[in-house]
């Protein structure tokens, strides 16, 4: 067989390469046009967030070239938008709360005095469920409720 050298000469393909067999991948995963490979692991009583901080911190100390990328699927990735999409849920709430204060007083100042005394009740709510013996979860809302009628 001949290709085409850059002189516009044939040459034969066997002067270029030398076939040898060897051993290599069944398949080549790519994903967006990009090798890939996956790694999974079980997680025997580890969190899955200290799992992840943990790959993160030994794929940091590989120093790896910066065309190498390491990303997290499954439920590790599902954790990450979890986070994310609770932030921004978390901010735009303060942001609602503060439009409907502001609408309610009709002031710019007296929802961030109302909101700023907000964090002040957290350690008194979870004193109140210490001497009420109430586990701290959703459901202790509803023991409140009914310890208080």
Do not use: C
């Amino acid at each position: 067989m001949t290709v085409w050298s850059p002189t516009a000469q044939l040459v034969r393909i066997a002067s270029l390469i030398r076939l040898e067999e060897a051993r290599g991948p069944a398949q080549i995963e790519r994903q967006n046009r990009q090798r890939k490979f996956a790694i999974f692991a079980n997680l025997d009583g580890i969190p899955r967030s200290a799992a992840v901080a943990r790959i993160e911190r030994m794929v940091f100390e590989l120093n790896m070239p910066p065309a190498y990328q390491v990303k997290f699927s499954g439920r590790a990735k599902v954790l990450e938008e979890t986070i994310e999409n609770f932030l921004a849920a978390f901010v735009l709430s303060l942001v609602f709360m503060y439009m409907v204060l502001a609408a309610q007083f009709e002031s710019l100042l007296h929802p961030i005095t109302i909101m700023l005394a907000l964090p002040l009740s957290i350690p008194f709510a979870v004193v109140s469920l210490l001497l009420l013996r109430n586990p701290l979860d959703v459901y202790s809302i509803f023991l409140e409720e009914r310890h208080l009628e």
